[in-house]
């Protein structure tokens, strides 16, 4: 665990306290909306009894939805605050998932061919290089096993949603480049805004975070064994959104990218 770690789990745990929406547990699931929760492209099939491993994957969400459709969870985030939410899940479902801390570089507490499904939500880009990662993921999931990984579109990852002109838009004015974002440069501070759900507002310091570009992150999986099974976008669902706003960004600029793909070890 190195300062990188310590920092963003320092960084994680007061985002949860301040109730990010990313922790916010899920409390109202069944199984169809579990289901349309991971498995969006349909790829997923019966996951009952499948050993599944939640990979930076805390806060409550992913862990309800795989455990009412039957899988074996384990959880393995750095926050423990993320953690905690899971158990306030697993407390209302009745759920049992393993809860563990740790680094997503660092999947050695893991035996090999341990999981048919590697599911990780967005947490790659807190980390400073994806080879390393997968490479863990491709030892500890089995041949032909699925992985699921979300990272955020590196080509508008440092435009600034707040920053919105109406005879240009959102600049986009930086090089293209993997590494590490300038939150201060970019945004103006490195805090994250926390809307409630009162429409109150609150700022709080955010984790580092850092580029992967499509070269990269393509490059890497193919290096590491994986055959790219599907590709999605994040997108709005509001029609006609006030310009401005997030969901106008998101319309203009998809924020997130993942990728379903199959280990071929």
Known sequence: MDDLFELNRERWNGLVLAGVPFSRPNLDLDKESARAMVDESGLLGDVHNSRVLLL???GGQQSAAFGLLGAQVTVYDLSDEMLAQDRVVSAHYGLSPELQQGDMRDLSRFGSNDFDIVFQPYSINFVPEVGTVFAEVSRVLKGGGLYYVQWHNPFTQTMNADNYEPDRGYALNSIYVDGEIDAVAVYGNENWSVEYEDGSMAEVPGPREFRHTIRTFINGLIANGFEILAFD?????V???????????????????SLWTRNCK
Do not use: D
Request: zero cysteines; charged letters at 20%; aromatic letters at 12%.
């Open 56 to 58: 930076g994957g805390a």
């Open 233 to 237: 976008e994040h997108r709005t669902k």
């Open 239 to 257: 029609e006609n959104p006030e310009p401005g706003s997030w969901e106008h960004y998101v319309a203009v600029s998809p924020p997130y990218l």
